[in-house]
């Protein structure tokens, strides 16, 4: 399981309830992420530090930009390594809902993608969906804080870079694994003066510069489908 | 005034031998006069120094700082490197074990001059933060201190950031400058 906040796997919540009839977990694998006992007792169960995901999530940076020739290369690379994550978590986050109906209309997947997911992944609903208004098959998810950026200081040379790739591929998963291909991107926009106005959540660090930008295009036949639900 | 400040300092270096170079100089016409607090309240420059003794980071933190070529910052570091080495092997005595809590080896920690006071602190992985500000300036351990966490925080975690090299963060660069800009904030408020 790749992404953070999440909270043990389907495997880990099968194997404890194996564990809890016997013996304490044998090895540290077998015990669940973040503060194991009671589910939901520790406020701090089922969260991974920062620092851990800042720490792994640069070497898988460094890792992919040191095998390819280009920029968009590199972020293909990142997608690709989300890909996996957002399928994953559509199966996690669906059984754990435990709906019986599953998102059929556009707008509705963009909503369970902007804060369902948004929030088991990172902790916090994303900070606005909108719609674009020159191309109707176009829709933003727009992340002010970033986790995958967070630390990040992208140089000049590498400029178009965005390294929360890797959370576009995520989307991509997820709206691929609920049938609605989409080719999501990832894109830095500078924050106008007063946009944003809280704090930011890391202590000692300055309010960040640019927002994350994730443009959604649907492909066509999911909108012409959409467009006959409509009807 | 100054000379408080340097039996304060003496007393609490007293329980730790360290070599200090004292470069005081006594003639009244160079003496700081007894400007309020917050006249006094001044960093002049922050620089970092890698194991190698290569400069990576250097950064005037306020107006007053002077301005320093690249090439002489080049060799600011190297020399602040050597001397740093040296005076842990200069030291009377050598503590056993490495008993320092910050586990950083024995060296250079403080050195006051007439007109500035230079702070170092060094990791346990041999990287030197180096601070300098005027005499008078509180709080340069907390703010060296901060500095180390702003670095294993914004060049550390950045991919981009190859170690030993020069430090070409922007993340790190913002949030320095942000850090002194509170601390003096915070510093003229209590005076």
Request: proline letters at 5%.
């Amino acid at each position: 399981c790749g992404s953070k906040g999440c909270s043990p796997t389907t495997h880990n919540a099968v194997k404890n309830l194996f564990l809890s009839m016997s013996r304490p977990p044998a090895s540290i694998l077998d015990r669940p992420v973040g503060r194991g006992g009671a589910r939901g007792s520790s406020a701090t169960e089922g969260y991974v530090s920062l620092s851990a995901f800042a720490y792994l999530y640069s070497e898988l940076v460094q890792y992919h930009q040191s095998r390819v020739a280009s920029i968009s290369e590199l972020e293909r690379r990142l997608e690709s390594a989300g890909y996996g994550v957002g399928l994953k978590v559509l199966e996690l986050l669906a059984y754990r809902a435990r709906e019986s109906k599953r998102e059929t209309r556009l707008m509705n997947i963009l909503q369970f993608v902007s804060s369902s997911v948004w929030k088991a992944l990172f902790g916090k609903a994303a900070d606005s969906l909108e719609r674009s208004i020159d191309h109707a098959d176009e829709f933003m998810i727009v992340d002010y804080e970033p986790v995958t950026s967070t630390y990040v200081s992208v140089p000049a040379d590498l400029g178009q870079l965005s390294a929360d790739a890797y959370v576009s591929g995520i989307i991509a998963g997820v709206l691929e694994g609920a049938g609605f291909t989409a080719r999501v991107t990832a894109h830095s926009v500078r924050v106008e003066e007063g946009e944003y106005a809280k704090a930011p959540s890391t202590p000692g660090l300055p309010a960040r510069k640019d927002k994350a930008v994730f443009l959604v295009k649907f492909s066509r036949e999911v909108l012409a489908r959409d467009a006959a639900l409509e009807r | 005034g100054q000379d408080d400040c340097k039996q304060q300092v003496a007393i609490n270096r007293l329980s730790r031998p360290r070599a200090r170079r004292q470069a005081r100089s006594n003639r009244p016409d160079q003496r700081i006069p007894d400007l309020p607090e917050t006249a006094n309240m001044g960093f002049l420059h922050l620089f970092i120094v890698n194991k190698s003794g290569g400069l990576i980071h250097h950064r005037p933190l306020g107006a007053r700082a002077p301005r320093i070529g690249t090439n002489e910052w080049l060799r600011i570091g190297s020399t602040f490197h050597s001397l740093h080495a040296i005076a842990a092997e200069a030291s009377p005595v050598r503590l056993l074990g490495n008993k320092n809590s910050d586990g950083a080896d024995d060296g250079i920690e403080q050195i006051e001059a007439g007109g500035l006071v230079l702070s170092c602190l060094q990791t346990r992985t041999g990287v030197k933060f180096v601070i300098t500000a005027e005499p008078g300036t509180p709080d340069l351990d907390m703010v060296l201190k901060e500095i180390y966490v702003l670095y294993a925080d914004c060049a550390l975690k950045d991919p981009f950031y190859e170690l030993e090299m020069p430090i070409r963060c922007e993340l790190f660069t913002q949030a320095v400058d942000a850090l002194i800009e509170r601390v003096e904030k915070t510093g003229a408020r209590l005076r």
